[in-house]
C-alpha cells in the first residue's frame, strides 16, 4: 500500500509537545519573486520540510513545507513567508525536520497511552487529528468514546499497527508525525474491479461472503461472481449500482453498522479489533497460536482456527462462526497440550497422500501475487505461507519441526521436485543455519514467500545455490 505524502507535523502535534502554536491563519501566502521561491523552497528542502523540485512557484507542497517548519520552529501558522519566517528560516537556529521529530518521538515515549475513558485535551487534539485524515466524523471534545476507539483502530489498520484501540506512543508519533495513511487514500487503494487480482479483492470477498452476498471461493480474482456480489452490496446499501468495489462502496463494507453485524456473527481474515484479540489469546493459550496478538486476523490467525477447529472435530474452514467462538472459549476445549489431538495430528500428517500433494499444489498456485505480510521465522523462512497451504488443505501442521519431519528426503536434483511438494532448502552462513521453506511447482519450480513485503511468487529452484534440497514424498 502506497504512502500518502503528507505535512509531517500539525499544529496538534505541538499541543502533546508543549509547543501548540496559538492560531492557524487561512490567509494566502506573502507574495515573493520566482528567485525569492526557489530560494525558500531549496532551503526548506535542506532543512527537510520539502521533498518536491524547486519550482519558483508557492503551490500548496510548498505551503504546507512552511507550515510544518513553522509549527516546529514555534511561529504561528500561516503558510506565509513573511520576513520573521525568512529569518528564522535562514538562521543558523533554525530547527529541521529530524530534529524536531527526534523531539518529539522522546515526548511521545514518555506519554502515557490514551484509552477508552480517557478525558484531557490530548485526546481532543488526538481527535481533531482523526478527524483530519478521516478516521473519526463526531464532534472532537477531548472524551475517549467507543467511537473514538473505533476511529483509532481503523487508523491502526490501515497504518499497519497492531489493533489495539489503544492510543500508544507508536500510534501517536505515526497519527502526528509519520506522514500516516488518510482513511481516502486507503479506500481508494482497496478500490477494485472486474479483471482485478490482490489481496484486496481477496478481503472484498471475504467481507462479503461473510455478509451474505458472495458465495463463490475466495480466488483473489474479481470475476463476475464478485461483481454480482458488490452489485447485490450497493443496492442493499442505497449506493450507486456498478459492480466495482470504489471507495464509497469500501467505506460502506467498514462502516459502523456492518462491523457491528461482524461482531455479532462470524470472524474471519480481514476482521479486526478487540474480538479478534480474545481469539488470538485463546488459540494462544490452546497452543494453536504462537505469533504476535495483533487484533488482526490474517493468514497466521487462520491457520490457528483451523488447527483449533481440527483438533475439536469441528469443520476447518478457517472462519469462527458464532457457535465456533463459544467452543473456543469453553473449558472443555481440546488443545495441543491434549496428547489424544497429538497422536491425531501426527496420523493425520503421516497418512497425507497423493490427493493431499495436489490439493497444496492449488491451494499454493491461487495466492501467487498476493502479499503474504504475516510474521517470518527466522530459522524457517517461509514457514506462515507453507503451514497455511498445508492447513488449508487439511493437513495439521502446527510446528515448523512438522514440515522437518514430512520433508526428509534429500534431493539430488531439482528435478526430483514434483508439484506440491513440501521443499526445504537448507543453508549455512558463518553464524547460522536456515531452512528456507517453499511448495513445489513442478518444471524445477517452487512457490515461496519473498524476504521483502511477502510476495508469494513462482521461482526457479536453481537460484537456490549451494543448498541442500529436501522434500516430501507422498504416498
Not at 467452543?327 to 489431538?341: E, G, H, I, P, W
Request: glycine share 8%.
Amino acid at each position: 500500500m502506497k504512502h500518502a505524502i503528507i505535512a509531517a507535523v500539525t499544529a496538534a502535534s505541538l499541543a502533546l509537545c508543549g509547543a501548540m502554536a496559538e492560531s492557524i491563519s487561512t490567509a494566502p501566502p506573502a507574495a515573493l519573486e520566482p528567485e525569492a521561491v526557489y530560494r525558500l523552497e531549496t532551503r526548506l528542502a535542506e532543512l527537510g520540510y520539502f521533498d518536491g523540485q524547486p519550482d519558483q512557484t508557492v503551490d500548496a507542497e510548498t505551503r504546507s513545507a512552511l507550515e510544518s517548519f513553522q509549527q516546529a520552529n514555534g511561529l504561528e501558522v500561516t503558510g506565509q513567508a513573511d520576513d520573521t519566517v525568512l529569518e528564522r528560516l535562514n538562521g543558523a537556529d533554525a530547527v529541521s525536520r529530524q530534529d524536531y521529530l527526534s523531539r518529539f518521538s522522546i515526548a511521545y515515549a514518555q506519554m502515557e497511552a490514551l484509552r477508552k475513558g480517557s478525558v484531557s485535551n490530548d485526546v481532543l487534539v488526538m481527535q481533531r487529528k482523526l478527524r483530519e485524515l478521516g478516521f473519526f466524523s463526531g464532534e472532537p471534545d477531548g472524551e475517549f468514546s467507543e467511537t473514538t476507539q473505533r476511529a483509532v483502530e481503523s487508523f491502526q489498520m490501515v497504518n499497519g499497527l497492531p489493533i489495539t484501540g489503544v492510543a500508544d506512543g507508536a500510534t501517536l508519533m505515526r497519527l502526528m508525525a509519520d506522514s500516516p495513511i488518510t482513511w481516502t487514500a486507503f479506500l481508494t487503494e482497496m478500490s477494485a474491479g472486474e479483471g482485478d487480482t490482490g489481496l484486496n479483492v481477496y478481503v472484498l470477498q471475504k467481507r462479503l461472503g461473510q455478509m451474505g452476498y458472495f458465495t463463490g471461493s475466495c480466488t483473489a480474482a474479481y470475476g463476475e461472481l464478485t461483481a454480482q456480489a458488490v452489485r447485490a452490496f450497493q443496492t442493499d446499501n442505497a449506493l450507486e449500482v456498478t459492480g466495482i468495489a470504489d471507495p464509497a462502496t469500501w467505506a460502506a463494507i467498514y462502516s459502523k453498522s456492518v462491523a457491528a453485524a461482524n461482531r455479532a456473527a462470524v470472524l474471519q481474515i480481514g476482521d479486526f479489533g478487540d474480538d479478534v484479540v480474545a481469539v488470538q489469546n485463546r488459540l494462544n493459550a490452546l497452543g494453536f497460536f504462537d505469533n504476535e496478538v495483533t487484533g488482526q486476523y490474517g493468514y497466521t490467525t487462520e491457520s490457528a482456527v483451523r488447527l483449533f477447529q481440527m483438533a475439536n472435530g469441528l469443520t476447518d474452514t478457517g472462519v469462527l462462526s458464532v457457535e465456533d467462538q463459544s467452543r473456543l472459549m469453553a473449558d472443555t476445549a481440546a488443545s495441543m497440550l491434549d496428547s489424544q489431538v497429538q497422536q491425531r495430528f501426527t496420523t493425520m500428517l503421516d497418512a497425507a497422500g497423493e490427493q493431499d500433494q495436489a490439493r497444496i499444489a492449488e491451494i499454493a498456485r491461487s495466492l501467487v501475487g498476493l502479499s503474504f505480510g504475516d510474521s517470518e521465522d527466522e530459522l524457517y523462512p517461509g514457514f506462515d505461507f507453507v503451514q497455511y497451504v498445508c492447513v488449508s488443505a487439511g493437513l495439521p501442521v502446527t510446528f515448523p519441526e512438522d514440515l522437518m519431519r514430512m520433508a526428509d528426503r534429500q534431493v539430488e536434483t531439482i528435478a526430483g521436485v514434483e508439484e506440491g511438494d513440501i521443499v526445504a532448502f537448507q543453508s549455512a552462513s558463518a553464524d547460522a543455519v536456515s531452512m528456507v521453506l517453499a511448495i513445489g511447482a513442478g518444471d524445477g519450480m517452487v512457490i515461496s514467500t519473498t524476504e521483502s513485503g511477502g510476495w508469494v511468487e513462482l521461482a526457479y529452484m536453481d537460484r537456490m545455490q549451494g543448498a541442500t534440497i529436501y522434500c516430501w514424498d507422498a504416498k
